[in-house]
């Protein structure tokens, strides 16, 4: 994240206590959607290039959960007590770091599902909150 996302390197390191592990996702908007082409744009630039895209479009952090809190192992506390601990962390963030919205609403899930998309987002991601942390596996 420093080379390509130097904005959201110094977020991270003045907003993040030592010992922690977030878990999210860069994101660019630009006029109300997700602006992808963008971050491709990050990924291949050089050190010449870079601040202008930086300057151009800033990028935000979206963080869903926490692996790792004062340097000890998240991963397998139920998403339910990782989500509580990532609220806690962020209390007092500020653009641009960001939490994900959740919900246990269904309504309000079927609605961010119709309503999403045209700005972007593709779908929803649904978990149990008794699940632990599963790297790499969808489940």
């Known amino acids: 994240m420093t080379g390509y996302f130097p904005e959201l390197s110094l977020a991270v390191v003045s907003a993040v206590p030592p010992g ?6 860069a994101v660019i908007w ?12 990050r990924l291949g630039a050089g050190p010449k290039t870079l601040p202008r895209l930086v300057a151009a479009a800033p990028a935000s952090y979206a963080a869903f959960d926490v692996l790792a809190v004062a340097g000890h192992d998240a991963r397998e506390l139920p998403l339910s007590q990782r989500r509580a601990l990532l609220e806690e962390l962020a209390n007092g963030w500020e653009p641009p770091l960001s939490l994900s919205p959740t919900t246990t609403d269904r309504e309000l899930a079927a609605q961010w599902f119709e309503d999403l998309p045209h700005t ?20």
Do not use: M, W
């Open 120 to 139: 972007g987002i593709e779908g929803l991601v649904i978990k149990d909150l008794n699940q632990p942390y599963a790297p790499g596996a969808r489940s």
């Open 30 to 41: 630009s006029q109300g959607r997700l602006y992808f082409s963008a971050l491709q744009q």
């Open 20 to 25: 922690c592990v977030i878990d999210g996702e």
